[in-house]
């Protein structure tokens, strides 16, 4: 598999919000080879706090890509057939610009300075890039959880650019629920003393402790009550017995404790707050509630996932948007997958996800030969 890390840079760039970021850098990653006709070319759109680097291995760290038991020959994602592109979302910290980037007007990283962004922003940003390669239509964007957000947002603002979608996970807008969790994440990081106002780059001291609970917290939504079972259950740490203390008794404790420091050292504090803020604030029908408007006519076809399991993205989030296309007519297959592993399900439980995606795109560039 050939694999390219690159990066491409745009003088500006538009935001819904109203504001316009001057310069703007994008990172992303290829798999595969473009085809003569620029015909075989699918983008994959990462999750909350994925990045660019979703298959293979990284040259600097060693690790496999967020979605390589998808990505790969002979794979969902074949890249003996298809080009494969995941680029690194506006507001993130893995080579796109974002908060902790330098901003032109003061030398300094822009941090609470930095615009706040939404979805459409980010796949406008794609769209530049997408254009930037020469690709006049996609053959497909997939993505899960805010990629599969991306992947919505694509048909729904470029429908003739995209032959098909695949949203996994996802919904058409956050409901009280994950506008609380993220909610709470946010609060966790600002309540750190060291968030310093988002101004803490400089003396590189991060509010370490308040982005580790807010990972914590976000982890456990990606869990399923079954999962923590089986994974945890209510083992205990290295000890025979309680400590009485509030040190780690639980294994699972211990897990969610090592998950939190992880998470500290690859990612920013400033980004969690403007993504899951753009998440938030996703909503297709652009607040009238009337998402037959977003899909009445948009040609692309869908194919919509989701698992038993998940209820931090619940089976009938993805229901819902099935429904209104099957009501406007669009060309739309659904799959509920029995699966274990809640939200986490759509990385780790690829088995049959796998199928329905190789046939899938199968037939959807069946369809585009024809054509």
């Given at each position: 598999?050939?694999?390219?890390?690159?990066s491409?840079?745009?003088?500006?760039?538009?935001?819904?919000g109203?504001?316009?970021?001057t310069?703007?850098?994008?990172?992303?990653?290829?798999?595969?080879?473009?085809?003569?006709?620029?015909?075989?070319?699918?983008l994959?759109?990462?999750?909350?706090?994925?990045?660019?680097?979703a298959?293979?291995?990284?040259?600097?760290?060693?690790k496999?890509?967020?979605?390589?038991?998808?990505?790969?020959?002979?794979?969902?994602f074949?890249?003996?057939?298809?080009?494969?592109?995941?680029?690194?979302?506006?507001?993130?910290?893995?080579g796109?610009?974002?908060p902790?980037?330098?901003n032109?007007?003061?030398?300094?990283?822009?941090g609470?300075?930095?615009p706040?962004?939404?979805?459409?922003?980010m796949?406008r940003?794609?769209?530049?890039?997408?254009?930037?390669?020469?690709?006049?239509?996609?053959?497909?964007?997939?993505?899960?959880?805010?990629?599969?957000?991306?992947?919505?947002?694509?048909a729904?603002s470029?429908?003739?650019?995209?032959?098909?979608?695949?949203?996994?996970?996802?919904?058409?807008?956050?409901?009280?629920?994950?506008?609380?969790?993220?909610?709470?994440?946010?609060?966790?990081?600002?309540?750190?003393?060291?968030?310093?106002?988002?101004?803490?780059y400089?003396?590189?001291?991060?509010?370490?402790r308040?982005?580790?609970v807010?990972?914590?917290?976000?982890?456990i939504?990606?869990?399923?009550?079954?999962s923590?079972r089986?994974?945890?259950?209510?083992?205990?740490r290295?000890?025979?017995?309680f400590?009485?203390?509030?040190?780690?008794?639980?294994?699972?404790?211990?897990?969610?404790?090592y998950?939190?420091?992880?998470?500290?050292?690859r990612?920013?504090?400033?980004?969690?707050?403007?993504?899951?803020?753009?998440?938030?604030?996703?909503?297709?029908?652009?607040g009238?509630?009337r998402?037959?408007?977003?899909?009445?006519t948009?040609?692309t076809r869908?194919?919509?996932?989701?698992?038993?399991?998940?209820?931090?993205?619940?089976?009938?989030?993805?229901q819902?948007?099935?429904?209104?296309?099957?009501?406007?007519?669009?060309d739309?297959?659904?799959?509920?997958?029995?699966?274990?592993?809640?939200?986490?399900?759509?990385?780790?439980d690829?088995?049959?996800?796998t199928?329905?995606?190789?046939?899938?795109?199968?037939?959807?560039a069946?369809?585009?030969?024809?054509?």
């Amino acid at each position: 598999m050939i694999v390219e890390t690159k990066s491409a840079q745009f003088d500006s760039i538009a935001l819904e919000g109203g504001a316009t970021l001057t310069p703007v850098e994008v990172a992303y990653e290829t798999y595969g080879a473009l085809n003569h006709e620029r015909s075989n070319a699918i983008l994959i759109t990462h999750a909350f706090t994925g990045d660019a680097h979703a298959a293979g291995v990284a040259h600097d760290s060693g690790k496999p890509g967020w979605w390589d038991n998808m990505i790969g020959p002979g794979k969902a994602f074949d890249t003996d057939r298809y080009f494969v592109i995941c680029s690194n979302v506006l507001g993130g910290c893995r080579g796109t610009t974002g908060p902790a980037s330098l901003n032109p007007a003061t030398g300094k990283p822009y941090g609470m300075s930095f615009p706040v962004i939404t979805i459409r922003d980010m796949v406008r940003l794609q769209k530049m890039l997408i254009d930037r390669l020469g690709i006049a239509r996609l053959l497909c964007v997939a993505g899960g959880s805010m990629g599969g957000m991306q992947a919505l947002e694509w048909a729904s603002s470029y429908p003739e650019a995209v032959r098909c979608v695949i949203p996994i996970a996802t919904t058409w807008r956050h409901s009280a629920q994950q506008i609380a969790f993220n909610e709470v994440g946010r609060q966790s990081i600002m309540a750190d003393p060291d968030w310093n106002g988002g101004e803490y780059y400089e003396n590189n001291k991060p509010p370490a402790r308040g982005l580790a609970v807010a990972r914590m917290v976000g982890h456990i939504t990606y869990m399923s009550d079954e999962s923590m079972r089986e994974k945890f259950g209510r083992k205990l740490r290295e000890k025979e017995k309680f400590g009485f203390d509030f040190g780690v008794d639980f294994e699972v404790e211990s897990y969610l404790r090592y998950r939190g420091s992880q998470f500290v050292e690859r990612f920013d504090a400033n980004s969690y707050l403007y993504i899951t803020k753009a998440e938030d604030y996703f909503d297709l029908t652009n607040g009238t509630g009337r998402l037959a408007d977003a899909f009445r006519t948009v040609d692309t076809r869908f194919l919509v996932i989701s698992f038993t399991s998940d209820w931090l993205y619940p089976s009938y989030q993805s229901q819902e948007i099935v429904r209104v296309l099957r009501r406007v007519n669009g060309d739309v297959a659904y799959c509920d997958l029995q699966s274990n592993y809640g939200h986490d399900a759509f990385l780790v439980d690829v088995g049959e996800q796998t199928e329905l995606v190789r046939g899938f795109l199968d037939s959807t560039a069946r369809i585009a030969v024809a054509a």
